[in-house]
């Protein structure tokens, strides 16, 4: 039977491409977007989809409607972004996580929430497994994001905990692929853009810091497997290992250095006039991060397939349609 | 000249103190309480002065009022409080923060926000320095006050760097003191309320676990001089130590076994008829907690005055009083 599906946030990257792997299944989507960072770009090709439809509505302000699933998606997610408007940035993950819950709890629909590998902040532990409790800064310039998202995952496990209200959480790692945001200022974009246009490429810091990149398609995959799960076998599964709350690390532990990132950029655009330029590390950036994915292994079945060779010559392509 | 003053939470333990010692500087006094943990009994000696108004109002909802200051003291603070209705604890704490956040924005009003030593969670740094960001769990029982405390600290930092509020951040640690809820559930009102009653004193694994207890005097003294500190000084200060928000820990730094505590209750108590009784230490509870208090030293000029010997024969002579 068709499901209908919410999707906060659905116009963005991430958001629009499991708009797009919905529909190809055959259920009814509903995309609510700000238009903040998403983009009607995103979704142009739904748009003709009869089991399409688009709502422009902040998730900050209360919304209803009756749906079997909704996928919580909106909140910028780059820094530079977010940091545009901090407070904004924090009461989109909040308060649009409160509306979601609300609503879920008031018509039983299960709730998928994406929450992020922010929430380990600047780990001392590597990799990070789901047990890691994380190192965030309540004040700094990037707490908006993080503090918002860890009061969202607190908000998510006591909804479930005293109103038993649905929900799963994927906590998502570094993930890239064609539809991201140009200017989204984070290192893939960054790389792409500027090997494009012949501009220099940043590194920060000596570029030794490593990252695990991982394919959109892959995060949609193990999102779906999470949603098509069973309750009961959920719950079974979780209390075997103590948890109370249904959370799973989502991202591929292949580590790169940015430099090595910068390196197969640059091999990828050969014709490229680009040079490497170093500068100084940010403030409260983390040095290392990389998700343990023991848990979606166990519980999914899943391994990201994707390699960031041939990620990335999807996104490249992407890019290029731009200009 | 008389300054008007808005205490959210006011009817509570600590909020109380506050009311009373404002009006007894002669300020107008306005305490906002919704009643859930405070009790009119704890401002019932006020409710006749003419510079004191009682407002029956829930925090997580807006409201308007023209305040030269605000002090933001509304949330259940203990576990039994507050993990009642975690969803309701952790809205307090964010939306509460919010409205009173935006409430100052529009009347420029000075704002004083009571965070927690809870913000450090199980710390792994000890004594604990406003630098330390903190060990806690964002999908346990007490994350509801733990992430919604850290996320009202987050709101409180961005709309001081974006909008300019000058806001002003204690971090409290354990304080108690005549008023404090009987059952409070927290270690001092448990010890003296069950030592009164001849009943048996719990402790939770051996009674190692320390503990520091500042006395409500002490606190009230600190905020005082925070609150009435020149913003230019307060900005040179923080400025000058690298931080971009006014935050000092308030605690009082001597360390207490649980178990000297219970020895020092009875010791005051030499009719009770209680025995010791050992049970096992709760998940989540944090092992020890101890504030470094050398910026409030330099800040403020303060340091804790009242020993627990002289601070618990006050409580016990409150709680003696209430029977």
Not at 47 to 50: E, K, R
């Given at each position: 039977m068709t499901r209908k599906i919410l999707i906060t946030g659905g116009a963005g990257f991430i958001g629009s491409h499991l708009a797009r792997r919905l529909l190809s299944e055959g259920e009814e989507v509903t995309v609510m977007d700000n238009l903040f960072t998403g983009t009607k770009v995103n979704i142009y090709d739904l748009?003709?989809?009869?089991r399409f439809t688009f709502m422009l509505h902040d998730v900050t302000h209360p919304f209803w409607g009756q749906f079997d699933e909704i996928y919580n998606l909106a909140c910028p997610a780059s820094p530079i972004h977010y940091q545009r408007n901090p407070v904004e940035t924090i009461k989109t993950s909040f308060m649009g996580m409160m509306n979601v819950l609300d609503l879920a709890l008031k018509t039983k629909a299960r709730v998928f929430h994406t929450s992020t590998s922010e929430i380990y902040g600047d780990p001392e532990v590597h990799p990070q497994p789901e047990s890691y409790w994380g190192n965030v800064n309540t004040l700094g310039t990037r707490s908006c994001y993080d503090e918002g998202k860890r009061a969202a995952e607190t908000l998510c496990a006591d909804y479930l905990r005293e109103y038993n209200v649905d929900v799963r959480m994927v906590r998502i790692f570094n993930t890239y692929g064609p539809s991201m945001h140009p200017q989204d200022g984070r290192v893939i974009s960054n790389f792409v853009m500027q090997a494009l246009h012949d501009k220099d490429i940043t590194l920060y810091g000596d570029g030794s810091q490593t990252r695990s990149f991982q394919y959109v398609d892959d995060l949609i995959e193990a999102g779906m497997r999470l949603m098509r799960l069973d309750r009961a076998k959920l719950d079974r599964f979780f209390a075997g290992r103590g948890m109370t709350v249904p959370v799973v690390n989502v991202g591929n532990p292949d580590e790169y250095t940015i430099r090595q990132l910068a390196d197969e950029t640059l091999r990828q655009l050969p014709a490229s006039k680009s040079q490497m330029v170093f500068q100084p590390l940010p403030k409260d950036d983390p040095r290392r991060r990389k998700p343990d994915i023991t848990l979606a292994a166990e519980l999914l079945g899943w391994s990201p397939k994707i390699p960031l060779r041939e990620g990335l010559a999807q996104t490249i392509a992407y890019f290029r349609g731009l200009q």
């Open positions: 748009l003709d989809n009869p």
